[in-house]
């Protein structure tokens, strides 16, 4: 099964965050943009696992989630990955930096690191997807279109649960089935 950690959206926020996809997807149809019901704030991306690895996975989300608090999570302005690019992978808006979030995801990697799970060798870029770029053509419109959202403050949520997504990818996107659920102390 493919697999992910992540802090899935409060519908408020996934609410405002839709009316800026749908406004840049009417510039861009050359972008496969996010729906709604996929929007997350991805902590680590497993891939494919085991039924067992799945298993000790949830045990470590469990203990791992009993020894952080809830905190605030503030979605804030837009990117591009790479960075500045005018050929760029992924649309993004990005999450605050916040102690807490940096703290929760490390100490994640940390205690699947012990189990055997690999490290991302990346550091963590807190993110929310908005599309992936499928081609070049008139991506500078979009580009022009997404710089004006750079400061734009989406909102905050409180952050109190972690999940375990499972990932099935299918011709019309992924669908994401819920493995488990991790209540912050």
């Not at 802090?7 to 926020?13: S, V």
């Not at 729906?35 to 997350?40: E, I, N, P, T």
């Not at 020894?67 to 605030?72: I, Y």
Request: charged content about 25%.
């Amino acid at each position: 099964m493919r697999t992910f950690i992540a802090i899935d959206l409060d519908p408020a926020l996934k609410e405002r965050v839709a009316l800026l996809v749908q406004k840049l997807s009417r510039a861009n149809p050359n972008v496969k943009w996010i729906g709604s019901d996929s929007m997350h704030l991805t902590l680590k991306f497993l891939g494919e696992i085991s039924e067992a690895q799945a298993e000790e996975v949830k045990a470590a989300l469990q203990a791992v989630a009993g020894r952080h608090h809830p905190f605030e999570l503030g979605l804030k302005g837009t990117g591009t990955f790479p960075p500045g690019s005018r050929n760029p992978r992924v649309l993004w808006a990005g999450f605050e930096p916040r102690e807490e979030l940096t703290a929760l995801q490390a100490e994640i990697e940390d205690e699947l690191a012990r189990k055997g799970f690999p490290k991302e060798d990346r550091p963590f870029h807190p993110h929310l997807t908005l599309g992936r770029v499928k081609s070049s053509l008139d991506i500078q419109k979009t580009l022009l279109e997404l710089e004006g959202w750079k400061e734009f403050e989406f909102g905050y949520m409180g952050a109190k649960t972690v999940t375990f997504f499972e990932s099935t990818l299918t011709p019309e996107g992924a669908r994401y089935t819920v493995l488990g659920e991790y209540q912050l102390a």
